[in-house]
């Protein structure tokens, strides 16, 4: 007889699995609800915790991006890795459905163990196609600490097949035994037979056995995310004009803002302003963020103004589906504002949003250290303070604004993306 202490442990096991990995999929979400009225509850709630991994050099790192996110991806590599992201997310969830149906239908007709369909290829398609799902939101949000919870719910997805298997044993017995001697866990049988031939699979699972998957999968995934964000910042289109650090969301903006700046630099509105950003620490750089003026993002880089406060403008389902299902029209978009440009206040092409750009000056430090390159910008220790941005005509040079810009982002203390 089976002893009920056991019983309800391994079944409250499984529900503290099934938790961590819902939870791990509502921080994978972060982008859609970032940009949703609920933004303000959430954050209310999970800011905190992002906060509290920034203070410390030791976790700083969970809440920085390995992907570009804000600037259009500036290799091949980068783009279809971007691409790959909405098409794994997409299919993953097609599976996790398709599948889903499956299980219950059968329940519904007691049609016994899942044996037909995708499950005639794979013991646990489910848990793969939402693995392929989850490995999709880590690139489209690339926070490292979505990356993290992305291991940690794949060694979660073994835990709860091992655990399934074993119970699927006890009720089936040998058929269901047959079944497993003919179809592989996660990959087809042949390719289990190739990855494993020579090694007789264990047949219990023991602590150090179990750390040593875990570790492996944690080095393995949050290793890959560094060697990406080293890449990218690699990468990146950024320059050094007159003392100062660009970055652009295209290299055809880098070639712009190289030729607009030093006029714009050296205007006797911004050069003061320049002067004290430089005096206001040893190390400390000027990062100019140069976008276009109806850059959807740029609430991200600092707060400039209500209307890039994403979750106040009430179009979440239109971007939330650009930016997944459409990655090619999102990719090639400018990153406009959302559902159209922002209104011209001329009906001439001459005053149009295609027509100017926006210069936004950010103060980089790094805790008193100081930064040498461009590229020392964009280490992951680094602190942001917005400064001010101006608005400058693209054909002509003409300053058309200046303003001085508030602490913090658009989405307040919330740490965002550097590229």
Known sequence: MTDPNTKDGKAGARFAARSAILLSFIVALEFVIMISPFAVFFYAVFNPFLLA???????????????????VPPSEALTVIR????????????????????IYVGRFFRSGAATKGLYALIRHPLYVGLAFAALGLAILWPRFLTLALFAVM?????????????????????GYGAYMERTGMFLPKFVERLLCRGQKPPQHLGFARGAAIFLGILVAVIGGGFILRAYTVRHLPLAQVDGVDVIA??????????????????????????????????????????????????????DTGEEWKLFEQHKTIGMIAEHIFHPFAHLTGGHVHPCGAMPSHSPNMHNSPAMRRRAIFVEVSAYGNELTSPLDDFNINTRRKPLFFVDVHLHTGEILQVRDMPAGSGWGTVPTPMF
């Open 53 to 71: 991994l920034d203070q410390s050099p030791l976790t700083r790192w969970l809440t920085a991006f390995f992907l570009p996110h804000m600037i």
């Open 83 to 102: 691409i790959l992201g909405s098409a794994f997310f997409v299919g993953g969830m097609a599976v996790f459905l398709l599948c889903a149906l499956q």
């Open 249 to 302: 969301i295209t290299r055809e903006d880098l070639d712009s803002a190289t030729e607009l700046l030093p006029a714009v630099l050296g205007d006797s509105a911004i050069a003061p302003k320049l002067r004290a950003a430089h005096g206001g620490g040893a190390g400390a750089r000027v990062l100019v963020y140069f976008v276009p003026v109806d850059y959807v993002m740029q609430g991200l880089i600092a």
């Open 154 to 174: 794949l060694f979660l997805y073994y835990l709860l097949a091992k655990d399934e298997e074993r119970r699927m044993l006890a009720r089936y017995g040998d």
